[in-house]
Structures are given as structure tokens and as C-alpha cells.
């Protein structure tokens, strides 16, 4: 983790909700999923900023629209003081050249028909500006040697590397057009345990020589706390306590994260009876029709009738965090 500077990415009330149809020839629509509800952030220059949550929360809705692949509902994100969502042209387009992401599956994002130098040269081929034409095979090459592949592999495909090394070459493709900011979404999630702490290692790494900031996505607690400066959880598209990695995880005040981290494994065994596991009752909401008042109260133990009335705010309550919650208490969960 780096010591963070100021804000380079400033996220205000951020909206994006989907529309459901109905009908075939006179579609009319019928609701909003509520996939991203109103979040706020900022990223600090050369900071990690953890988001994690359940599968659902909204997650990577929020990195697709801070890739403007979405329009947001409303809201803004200001990018080193500028509104992206408001950028056309050849702003819009250095802004892709300064936000870059990593995806998820190194299976699917990476064209199979394409060889490993013809991918992560691609970017090069929309912003010529950043390599000429007779530099990319060198660019290429030396990208991979930075991501600890073998240069001379430049001319093989994609189904010749292990998943570990493909998430390399997502990874090289990221940074082929020196970006500032990288959104990571669930980067190593599908990889073995012991690749994704090569993967996460190189992402530190990285982000030290190049002075990188991150957007890490993931829904294991446990991965993101290595890597993380500040931690935002969301729930149902909200985010519902956000501070920094200590704070988080060794005193959370939020139910909702209790529940995540009294969840996460415990590595040692002798430590394994030592905490009280928090079960969740109930499924998660339908973000179409979200629960008034506080969104976690259908399935919280401290739920009481002011938070089916009024909507807890994302403010300091206890301790240094931010919690929205009315009933914020901090609470030691792992040991």
C-alpha cells in the first residue's frame, strides 16, 4: 500500500438504473433496476480503493460506468478535476488513454484469434501517439517483461497460456497507454489461490514503479485487505461503510460488513472457534424494488422501525469511518 496524495477521481451521488420492459412490439417500461443508487467516493493519487460486497451489489455496474461503457442516470465523476461524463471527442479520448481496466475472466477477454502481441498492441493502433509504429513489438516486448511474461512469447495465442498468465496479458494491455488510474473487476477471482497472490503481488508491484491508483473490485474480503489503502462496501447498490483497511477490518460498524468478515476463512485453526460467525436471514432484495428506509434492514438483527422510515446516512458515527447505518456500533469480528 502507498502513501495517498490528492484526489485524482472524484465520484458524487453516481445513479444507474436499467429499465424492464415488457412487450414485444409496444414496449412500455414497467420498473428500474437500481443497480448503482447514489455512490460517493474519491481516489487519491497512488491509493487503492477497495469495493466490495455480494454478487448483485453492484460492482461492476459502477466500473462500467466509470469506464463511460454505461451512461450514468445522473451523478457525476470528475476525473483530475474534470467531468467525464461530459468529455466528447478527443477529450473523451485521452481520457481512455488516462482509465484503463483489468476484467475479471482472463478466459473470455482476451480474443483467442488474436496473438499476444496483436492484444496488447491493439491500444497503440487507436492512440499512435503513445508508440509509432515501428516501436510496438518493442513496447510489446517490453510490456510482457514487466508482467513477468516471456518477451520471445509475443507471437503465441491466447489458449497457450495458464489462466495466471493470461490475467498478465490483461494486465500488460492495461498498461500499455500509461494510464494513471486502473479499475481492477474481480481481476482474481477466477484464478487458484496460490495465483492470485502472484497476481496481487504484481498489482502492488506495479503500482509503486508506475504510481498507478486502483479501483480493486472483489467479494473476498481477504483479497482485497492486502492491497487496499480504503475499503467501500456496498450492499444493493449503496455503499454502506467506507474507511480505511484498518478501520474495515479490525473495527467494522456497520452490520452488513460484521457479517462479510465474521464470513471471511480463518488460516489459522486455532483460531477458528474464536469467532462468532454472523448468519444472515433471508435473500437479498430485488434491486428493482429495494426495502425503504435502510436497504440492509430485511435481513439485519438491529433493525428497529426508523429504519423502514428514514434512510440512514453515509456519515461519521463511530469510531473514524463512515457508516450509514443508525445503529453503527463497532464490533471486533476477525481474530
Given at each position: 500500500m502507498s502513501e495517498a496524495g490528492e484526489p485524482i477521481l472524484e465520484?458524487?451521488?453516481l445513479v444507474k438504473h436499467f429499465p424492464v420492459r415488457v412487450g414485444v412490439l409496444f414496449k412500455h417500461t414497467v420498473g428500474q433496476v437500481r443497480a448503482v443508487d447514489g455512490v460517493s467516493f474519491d481516489l487519491r493519487r497512488g491509493e487503492t480503493l477497495g469495493v466490495v460486497g455480494e454478487s448483485g451489489c453492484g460492482k461492476s455496474t459502477l466500473a462500467q460506468v466509470l469506464m463511460r461503457l454505461e451512461p450514468p442516470t445522473s451523478g457525476t465523476a470528475k476525473f483530475q478535476g474534470r467531468d467525464i461524463f461530459r468529455m466528447r471527442g478527443s477529450e473523451l479520448r485521452k481520457l481512455?488513454?488516462?482509465?484503463?481496466?483489468?476484467?475479471?475472466?482472463?478466459?473470455?477477454?482476451?480474443?483467442?484469434?488474436?496473438?499476444?502481441?496483436?492484444?496488447?498492441g491493439e491500444p497503440?493502433?487507436?492512440?499512435?501517439?503513445v508508440?509509432?509504429?515501428?516501436?510496438r513489438a518493442t513496447r510489446v516486448r517490453e510490456l510482457l517483461e514487466v508482467v513477468g511474461l516471456n518477451p520471445e512469447h509475443i507471437n503465441r495465442y491466447p489458449h497457450q497460456f495458464s489462466g495466471g498468465q493470461r490475467q498478465r496479458i490483461g494486465i500488460a494491455r492495461a498498461l500499455a497507454l500509461k494510464p494513471e488510474v486502473i479499475i481492477c473487476d474481480e481481476p482474481v477471482s477466477a484464478?487458484?489461490?496460490?495465483?492470485?497472490?502472484?497476481v496481487m503481488n504484481l498489482l502492488g508491484d506495479l503500482q509503486n514503479e508506475f504510481g498507478l491508483s486502483y479501483v480493486f473490485i472483489a467479494h473476498d474480503l481477504s483479497v482485497v485487505r492486502h492491497l487496499s489503502d480504503r475499503v467501500a462496501v456496498m450492499y444493493l447498490g449503496k455503499v454502506v461503510e467506507i474507511g480505511t483497511e484498518?478501520?474495515?477490518?479490525?473495527?467494522?460498524?456497520?452490520?452488513?460488513?460484521?457479517?462479510?468478515?465474521?464470513a471471511v476463512p480463518v488460516a489459522d485453526p486455532?483460531?477458528?472457534?474464536?469467532?462468532?460467525?454472523?448468519?444472515?436471514?433471508?435473500?437479498?432484495?430485488?434491486p428493482v424494488d429495494p426495502p425503504s428506509g435502510c436497504r440492509f434492514r430485511t435481513r439485519c438483527w438491529k433493525a428497529q422501525d426508523i429504519c423502514a422510515e428514514e434512510e440512514p446516512e453515509l456519515t461519521v458515527r463511530t469510531g473514524g469511518q463512515l457508516s450509514a447505518c443508525h445503529f453503527a456500533q463497532e464490533k471486533s469480528v476477525v481474530p
Open positions: 465520484v458524487v451521488d481512455r488513454r488516462s482509465i484503463q481496466i483489468v476484467l475479471q475472466d482472463p478466459y473470455t477477454s482476451l480474443n483467442p484469434r488474436m496473438t499476444v502481441g496483436d492484444i496488447i497503440f493502433e487507436i492512440h499512435p501517439e508508440a509509432p509504429k515501428g516501436e484464478l487458484d489461490v496460490s495465483i492470485q497472490a502472484q484498518e478501520e474495515i477490518y479490525t473495527r467494522p460498524t456497520h452490520p452488513y460488513t460484521q457479517a462479510l468478515l465474521s486455532t483460531l477458528r472457534g474464536q469467532r462468532q460467525v454472523i448468519r444472515l436471514e433471508g435473500d437479498v432484495p430485488s
